[in-house]
């Protein structure tokens, strides 16, 4: 019995806030059209280009779209989660900071 707990407390720890599970759920939600569910997992300023891009079309859609972990980097409030969307497709990476203990995804314009 022990290690069932055990088992389950580190399963529930690795689907928690951690910046591979921010950036996995607002990867997969973008690019499959969900802008207001995307937007739960990015900073408010992320948030407003978003609905910006979303009113000027230019938010093209992915229902095939599939998020691969590569790996990441922490430095305190600031991470970086790099991602493929197949398995032999281009790396892509996404820039979380960590805002009341929780990790968002903040994208800058022109970067």
Same mark, same amino acid.
């Given at each position: 019995m022990p290690r069932i707990v055990l088992f389950a407390f580190f399963v529930l720890i690795g689907?928690? $806030?951690?910046?591979q599970s921010v950036a !996995? /759920? @607002?990867?997969? /939600?973008?690019a !499959? *059209? #969900?802008?207001?569910?995307?937007?739960? %997992?990015?900073t408010e300023p992320? *948030?407003?280009m978003? $609905? +910006?891009?979303?009113k000027i079309g230019a938010m093209p859609v992915n229902? $095939? @779209?599939? +998020?691969? %972990?590569?790996d990441k980097t922490v430095e305190g409030e600031q991470a970086t989660v790099r991602y493929k969307n197949?398995?032999? *497709?281009q790396e892509e990476t996404?820039?979380?900071? #960590?805002i009341d203990g929780k990790w968002k995804v903040h994208m800058q314009p022109g970067k």
């Open positions: 689907c928690g $806030d951690s910046p !996995k /759920n @607002f990867t997969e /939600n973008l !499959k *059209g #969900k802008i207001s569910e995307a937007k739960k %997992y990015a992320t *948030g407003e978003l $609905d +910006f891009a979303s229902a $095939d @779209f599939t +998020f691969i %972990y590569v197949s398995p032999d *497709g996404v820039k979380l900071v #960590k």
